[in-house]
T-cell receptor, first 114, second 115 residues
Framework: GESVGLHLPTLSVQEGDNSIINCAYS??????FIWYKQESGKGPQFIIDIRSNMDKRQGQRVTVLLNKTVKHLSLQIAATQPGDSAVYFCAEVSISYNTDKLIFGTGTRLQVFP | ETGVTQTPRHLVMGMTNKKSLKCEQHLGHNAMYWYKQSAKKPLELMFV???????ENNSVPSRFSPECPNSSHLFLHLHTLQPEDSALYLCASSQERGNPQETQYFGPGTRLLVL
């Protein structure tokens, strides 16, 4: 069946280090992926997206990598800061289905310690 | 601030109560969504509204009743809920539905506890 999952429920990193959050998906038809950040007491916030015709996309301090061969998605955060502490989850969808029904993962909690 | 507000932020209700959740978006969007977020579960899409018309209902029990009086407001009416309905209920909006590349902007959610 279709599923989006995360390898690690919690990731602890030291301030200043790089963080890598992983996500696996199983629907080969998915061609659009989004990373969200959810801070405590807030709703999810869009971070970055990538289409399946790309392998890599960079934003401000964040990079998303897509490996379609193994159906794997990762979010890299450079020079992790305390403000990056949050739950991160990925979402997948097939654009060709003309739907906005995103399939979300369960999330990885990122903890940044000094 | 995302431009999407939700009230109340916290709600405790008994199984026989009737309550309503309110969502308001100040972004001029045409699509609005209700999601349920339970602990250790993925976000679950409940309802989708486009231009005040319900376009999607993901097999949600009838004890949840949405209402969209205009494109800026969305309600979720609750009655005879069960303890397993306790969760964070998130509202979101986007410029238009059917296009997943239209970013969905989420409100802060209503934390619901059903006793």
């Amino acid at each position: 069946g279709e599923s989006v999952g995360l390898h690690l429920p919690t990731l602890s990193v030291q301030e200043g280090d790089n963080s890598i959050i992983n996500c696996a998906y199983s629907n080969s038809a998915s061609d659009y992926f989004i990373w969200y950040k959810q801070e405590s007491g807030k709703g999810p916030q869009f971070i970055i997206d990538i289409r399946s015709n790309m392998d890599k996309r960079q934003g401000q301090r964040v990079t998303v990598l897509l490996n379609k061969t193994v159906k794997h998605l990762s979010l890299q955060i450079a020079a992790t800061q305390p403000g990056d502490s949050a739950v991160y989850f990925c979402a997948e969808v097939s654009i060709s289905y003309n739907t906005d029904k995103l399939i979300f993962g369960t999330g990885t909690r990122l903890q940044v310690f000094p | 601030e995302t431009g999407v507000t939700q009230t109340p932020r916290h709600l405790v209700m008994g199984m026989t109560n009737k309550k309503s959740l309110k969502c308001e978006q100040h972004l001029g969007h045409n699509a609005m969504y209700w999601y349920k977020q339970s602990a250790k579960k993925p976000l679950e899409l409940m309802f989708v509204y486009s231009l005040e018309e319900r376009v999607e209902n993901n097999s949600v029990p009838s004890r949840f009743s949405p209402e969209c009086p205009n494109s800026s407001h969305l309600f979720l009416h609750l009655h005879t809920l069960q303890p397993e309905d306790s969760a964070l209920y998130l509202c979101a909006s986007s410029q238009e539905r059917g296009n997943p590349q239209e970013t969905q902007y989420f409100g802060p959610g209503t934390r619901l506890l059903v006793l």
